[in-house]
């Protein structure tokens, strides 16, 4: 059985920083690529950020380009969403996925196999 754990997450003010973590526990691989999506309420889930199990390649939602950085350390199996420049539209319930297509980067949900809990981000104004 695979848990994803989100942590970080909280209430801060436009143009702060969060930066949320996903520690995955049980069975696992630290080399499975990794992805963040989130869903505000009333809205569909959407995709934010992924990282390749190696941590070379990465991926953004336009929205986010430039204020959102996604990392990891494989030692630690952990995977991280630094976000900055917060926007009130930013809020929303952030989830972590893992895809156990270790190269797999992409936006398609459908492609990441285990999911975390969500950890909720509500960015004022």
């Known amino acids: 059985q695979v848990q994803l754990v989100e942590s970080g997450g909280g209430l801060v003010q436009a143009g702060g920083s969060l930066r949320l973590s996903c520690a995955p526990s049980?069975?696992?691989?630290?080399?499975?690529?990794m992805g963040w999506f989130r869903q505000a309420s009333g809205k569909e889930c959407e995709f934010v950020a992924s990282?390749?199990?190696?941590?070379?390649?990465?991926n953004y939602a336009d929205s986010v380009k430039g204020r959102f950085t996604i990392s990891r350390d494989n030692a630690k199996s952990t995977v991280y969403l630094q976000m900055n420049s917060l926007k009130p539209e930013d809020t929303a319930v952030y989830y972590c996925a893992a895809s156990t297509e270790l190269a797999y980067i992409g936006s398609n949900s459908g492609n990441y196999n285990y999911w975390g809990q969500g950890t909720q981000v509500t960015v004022s104004s």
């Open positions: 990282i390749s199990g190696s941590g070379r390649s990465t």
């Open positions: 049980g069975r696992t691989y630290s080399n499975w690529a």
